[in-house]
């Protein structure tokens, strides 16, 4: 276990965790055109299932280097793995088995991000990554409500004048 990594792992991870906390998600709905080769709109569901994607895949390539300390970590996890397991097999009777893959991976990611902080950097650090990302999206969030008032605060029925800044909803950002 080392204490600092080098900075391209700590930027890969602050955004792993930014994926996780559904941080920023949302926001390249403000920024973008209409994609020419798309048919129908990209919405947060989409970005969030891109960004996942991308999470997953830059937490699998971190892993490599972890894999016997991660081997180590899951034997003494099982109910965890189990748990897992369990959310994907549950694919098998859900109703909407598009929205269960999606979480799965979700949960996959979720865990497979945990254990790689918990396998590779003492607690200090594991503390720094999400202190750091709690950060970002809190000075994010103040940015884009000044940014983006209407949307940085929510203006429906029950939920008029809450903050949900760069997150989808307030209850995210509470």
């Known amino acids: 276990i080392r204490s600092r990594p080098p900075w391209p792992e ?10 996780q906390i ?6 390249p709905l403000y920024f973008r055109t209409q994609p020419s080769g798309l048919k129908g ?3 947060q569901f989409d970005y969030n299932t891109i960004a996942v994607g991308i999470s997953l895949c ?3 390539f971190l892993c490599l280097g972890q894999r016997r300390a991660l081997k180590r970590l899951a034997a003494k996890n099982s109910l965890t793995l189990a748990f897992v397991a369990f959310a994907l097999v549950s694919l098998l009777w859900s109703i909407h088995p598009d929205l ?6 979700g949960l996959i990611v979720t865990v497979v991000v945990a254990a790689y902080l918990a396998a ?3 607690e200090q650090c594991r503390l720094e990554v999400l202190s750091l990302s709690f950060a970002l999206a809190a000075v994010g969030t103040v940015l884009f409500v000044i940014a983006f008032p209407n949307d940085g605060i929510m203006n429906f029925r ?3 004048g809450s903050w949900r ?3 989808p909803h307030k209850n995210v950002l509470g």
Not at 22 to 27: E, G, L, P, S
């Open 58 to 60: 830059v937490i699998g």
């Open 10 to 19: 700590w930027v890969a991870l602050v955004f792993c965790v930014l994926v």
């Open 158 to 160: 029950e939920t008029t």
């Open 41 to 43: 709109r990209l919405d």
């Open 120 to 122: 590779r950097f003492d």
């Open 100 to 105: 269960t893959i999606r979480r799965g991976v």
């Open 165 to 167: 800044g760069v997150f």
């Open 22 to 27: 559904n941080a920023f998600v949302f926001i």
